[in-house]
T-cell receptor, first 111, second 112 residues
Framework: GQNIDQPTEMTATEGAIVQINCTYQTSGFNGLFWYQQHAGEAPTFLSYNVLDGLEEKGRFSSFLSRSKGYSYLLLKELQMKDSASYLCAVSLNTGGFKTIFGAGTRLFVKA | SQTIHQWPATLVQPVGSPLSLECTVEGTSNPNLYWYRQAAGRGLQLLFYSVGIGQISSEVPQNLSASRPQDRQFILSSKKLLLSDSGFYLC???????????FGDGTRLSIL
């Protein structure tokens, strides 16, 4: 079957750095996405990893290791507005390139 | 730039009533289109996806159906809603298979 695991909740302090981990076991892999979802709102796209390594985009970075089935999202210089759920998602290269979403990690940023 | 519109934002329906949610995309042609449902505190469950007009793939057998009458229009329907159909419904589009998806604002559906 397809499975994506990420921590349910994390808490961090404003101005700090936080790393949100994601592990996946899927039959087929095309790429990995990270989305941010504020409470009551739709997810918004943050990052996309296809090859191993680190992708940096401003305060957000995402890392992928395909051999380990592992990714993380790194958020630097945390701001209160970063309090949200972060969804890890895997695009499969089978079954019409279906995308599987994890349940999300709720991040609480405290002052 | 591309935009996606989804309506209504909220909907309260009685059990057994019909449903029609509409989604349209602007600024692109031949997008891949998706319908998801998200239960409270849960991940996104893919319901349907479409790679072209009239081409619909169903991921979960249920009392919902989807149609794509035009290139950039995707409709989610039901003839008879169940209590278990409550949830947050999201429409999304992507330029192609396996590419990042971009979501509409969602419809919060409550069944009474």
């Amino acid at each position: 079957g397809q499975n994506i695991d990420q921590p349910t909740e994390m808490t961090a302090t404003e101005g700090a750095i936080v790393q949100i981990n994601c592990t996946y076991q899927t039959s087929g892999f095309n790429g990995l996405f990270w989305y941010q979802q504020h409470a009551g709102e739709a997810p918004t796209f943050l990052s996309y990893n296809v090859l191993d390594g680190l992708e940096e985009k401003g305060r957000f970075s995402s890392f992928l290791s395909r051999s380990k089935g592992y990714s993380y999202l790194l958020l630097k210089e945390l701001q209160m507005k970063d309090s949200a759920s972060y969804l890890c998602a895997v695009s499969l290269n089978t079954g019409g390139f279906k995308t599987i979403f994890g349940a999300g990690t709720r991040l609480f940023v405290k002052a | 730039s591309q935009t996606i519109h989804q309506w209504p934002a909220t909907l309260v329906q009685p059990v057994g009533s019909p449903l029609s949610l509409e989604c349209t995309v602007e600024g692109t042609s031949n997008p891949n289109l998706y319908w998801y449902r998200q239960a409270a505190g849960r991940g996104l469950q893919l319901l349907f996806y479409s790679v072209g007009i009239g081409q619909i793939s169903s991921e979960v057998p249920q009392n919902l159906s989807a149609s794509r009458p035009q290139d950039r229009q995707f409709i989610l329907s039901s003839k008879k809603l169940l209590l278990s159909d409550s949830g947050f419904y999201l429409c999304a589009w992507s330029p192609g298979r396996g590419e990042p998806q971009h979501f509409g604002d969602g419809t919060r559906l409550s069944i009474l």
